[in-house]
């Protein structure tokens, strides 16, 4: 509980900013906020490389931990912050270059004033990637020491910059989503630079004994790391990229449908909140088990968090949807936007009652153990036959709407839950161990 409460809180701080954010901006228009949800779904993409980094060198972090050696604890947290820093600053600069080319290539089809907020909105996020890429990879070596505190604080004032930075850029300035965009900038850059000092601080940096490092056990290292991340990285990317493809989707079935899609996603998080925190929580303490060399003992752990994140999610979508109507109207859309957004949480909240716990928080788990490979087929797999095979043939094949494209969500969510179930049940993750 010491783990999981403030993981819980911080997941619920990012939910809630992430529907003030959109909140906020579709009061500048539904232009705005669908030029938005384009960029995102290109953020999502470099939040995944960041992720899977940040992946491979907690889950080592973890095992290590549990093993007790804390050297390789130290040397493993100094080469995820170096590298994860390195490929930000790389995307950083492309997206400065290259940034607009980008937009219209993805997007080419969408309404000017659409791609106006877009182009605005993703010149200053891509400035913020190195701050985002610093805090993922101190927070994600804060909880793989079971510290999930201090990640809450980083959160807590990350957030609170970003809502007042919104209100003042977006009301007080009337900046649109450029300003939407330049708090995020700032709220990124407050939160990394705390955890930074914070990590610095408490020692996880600095080697326990004063010997050199040698080059070839550095290389060991971020080979290790690597191997987690590469096959972590590849899902995450391909995932994120299946997205965009089907958000070109969105783009070709009007305004409409992509501020739906952007209401409806900001709000669905709330119904996944619990998943988020219980599939983080899976990492340190399955890998902590695995690396003390107690696999039955990950094995339950797994087991009984899986528990609780089904208990969780279910009362979490049944408050979603009591509270269906309240929710669907807080963004001051078209009445046909609404009720689309409406529609869309409904489907939601039952098949993520249904799915989303054994979808998400099991292949954390096997992560956790190492098992990268298998979780990387299934995700990749399941992702271009659901989601981008099947959205191509509803929308473009049949000329079905916005409401056809999440069932295919759903169904990815289904085949994942039903192959990482048996993956579990079946003892074969538990041969994986990195270290």
Known sequence: MRLVAPLFGEQFLVVLVGITDTFMVAHAGESAVSGVALVDTISYLVVAVFGALCAGGSILASQYSGSGDRVRVSLAARLLMGSTLAIALAMAALVLLCGNGLLALIFGRVEPEVMRSAREYFALIGCSFPFLAAYSAAAALFRSQ??????LAASLLMNGLNVAGNAWFIYGKGMGAAGAALATLIARGGAAVLLCVLLAKSGMLAAPQKQPVRLAECREMLGKILY?????????????????LVQRLYAGLGTVALAANAAAGALSCIATLPGGALSLAMLPVVGRAVGAGQPEEAKRLAAKLLRAAYGLMLAANLLVYVFLPQLSGLYALSAETTAVVRELLAWHCLFATLFYPAGFCTPSALRAAGDVRFTMAVSIASMLVCRVGLSCLFVLGLGWGVVSIWMTIFCDWGVRAVLFSLRLRSGAWQKHKIV
């Open 228 to 244: 987690v991340g590469i096959p972590s990285g590849v899902e995450s990317g391909l995932f994120s990229l299946g997205k965009l």
């Open 146 to 151: 079971g510290n999930s505190m201090v990640t």
